[in-house]
């Protein structure tokens, strides 16, 4: 009987497949999931800041809140940058998703929106009021319309409030959930609607021009890289950090989104 004898590569061999494999070179890009509109023009200016560093990047956009955070948990994506801690809490409670905040990025203040009105105050008895249908920012609308005076919510309600926390309506407000993405779309169907910043943006509305009522620009909803758990301390993991985390990014964001965009680095 013949005896086989294990192959042994040459030295050489496994460091160079290895360099081959390597996340974040040519061969292997380091995967970015981002929703479209702001996230992605930022998500390009790091791009270029990270090449620098030898470190490549290939930007994957999607028009939705919940694929980039199933294709990273899925390995499909190596990081994903549009939502804020809130938002990633709720997903890894919901759908137990191994995934981890990396860092901040941006804060996009949440806004009003009307075609019809100027003020929140004058939303005429029984009007209807889009919210995102999405629990965080369902909630953190509510908050946002309250504290505008649309109605009032039981004491201490925050991003987790949902229409059964409106303790007093007097106008009889309607409020409608919807997709977040599609609520630009409904300004000429509804009173008014509260949209994010990204989806705002994107739909040629200004948030420091155009909105009726805006969050300030301390809000607590700082968007975050998510990575999954074990990728947190990773080499890629930190170079992409500190590449997002760059003075040339903030300049970037304040030049191109006059402060309807606040860098929170």
């Known amino acids: 009987m013949i005896t086989r004898r294990p192959l042994i590569l040459a030295g050489l061999a496994l460091p160079t497949l290895a360099h081959a494999q390597e996340i ?13 509109g702001p996230h992605a023009q930022v998500m390009e200016k790091v791009r270029e800041i990270a090449a620098r560093d030898g470190l490549v990047i290939r930007v994957i956009e999607f028009q939705d809140y919940i694929q980039p955070n199933a294709a990273l948990a899925a390995g499909d994506l190596d990081a994903n940058s549009y939502q804020h801690q809130p938002f990633l809490d709720q ?19 949440m806004g009003i929106y009307s075609k019809k009105h100027r003020r929140v105050a004058d939303i005429p008895q ?3 009021v889009a919210i995102p249908n999405d629990p965080t920012n369902g909630g953190r609308a ?11 919510l039981r004491e201490g309600a925050d ?3 949902t229409v059964a926390d409106i303790t007093g309506n007097p106008r009889r407000l309607r409020v409608v959930e919807l997709e977040a993405a599609q609520l630009p779309r409904t300004l000429d169907e509804v009173e008014a609607a509260t949209i994010n910043t990204n989806f705002a943006i994107p739909a040629g509305l200004n948030p420091v021009r155009d909105a009726i009522a805006l969050e300030s620009s301390d ?9 999954r758990e074990q990728d ?4 890629w993991a930190q170079r992409l950090l500190a590449a997002y985390q760059n003075q040339e990014v903030k300049d970037f964001v304040t030049a191109t989104f006059q402060g309807s965009v606040v860098p929170a680095f």
């Open 24 to 36: 974040g070179s040519a061969q292997r890009p380091l995967r970015i999931g981002v929703t479209a």
């Open 91 to 109: 997903q890894v409670r919901d759908r137990r998703l191994p995934l981890v905040a990396l860092g901040k990025t941006l804060i996009f203040p």
């Open 126 to 128: 029984g009007g209807r």
């Open 142 to 152: 509510l908050v946002l319309l309250a504290n505008n005076g649309a109605f009032t």
């Open 159 to 161: 991003f987790r409030a």
């Open 219 to 227: 809000s607590p909803y700082a968007n975050l890289i998510a990575v």
């Open 232 to 235: 947190r301390a990773a080499p």
